[in-house]
């Protein structure tokens, strides 16, 4: 079973930045996208940005408007490692962080479209 883990969540300043990692327990065909999703206290989990894992697949990062500009989605295939940089966090980025993997290519902004998820990984934007 793969299994994702996520690290680098903390507590941060408005206007700072933090680099979010997702290690993949093994090399798998069976995942063919990766993404980024959040949820804050009370809120519904939101995707954030999706990275095209299968190394045959060239479609670009995608970015939820909330984060476009500010956040870069990127991965390792070869490390087996997908990272998420963030920077000029606001409060409104607070949330728990989680790292998902799916073997569909289509639908990635919807959560049930993932069968693989990390524990969640904190990260807290504030003065």
């Known amino acids: 079973q793969v299994q994702l883990v996520e690290s680098g969540g903390g507590l941060v300043q408005p206007g700072g930045s933090l680099r979010l990692s997702c290690a993949v327990s093994?090399?798998?065909?069976?995942?063919?996208?990766m993404s980024w999703f959040r949820q804050a206290p009370d809120k519904e989990r939101e995707f954030v940005a999706r990275?095209?894992?299968?190394?045959?697949?060239?479609?670009?990062?995608s970015y939820a408007d909330s984060v476009k500009g500010r956040f870069t989605v990127s991965g390792d295939n070869a490390e087996n490692t997908l990272y998420l940089q963030m920077n000029a966090l606001t409060p409104e980025d607070t949330a728990v962080y989680y790292c998902?993997?799916?073997?569909?290519?289509?639908?990635?902004?919807?959560?049930?479209?993932?069968?693989?998820w990390g524990q969640g990984t904190q990260v807290t934007v504030s003065s």
């Open positions: 998902a993997g799916s073997s569909r290519n289509t639908h990635y902004i919807f959560a049930a479209t993932y069968e693989y």
């Open positions: 093994e090399h798998t065909f069976s995942i063919i996208t």
């Open positions: 990275f095209a894992w299968n190394p045959w697949n060239e479609d670009l990062p």
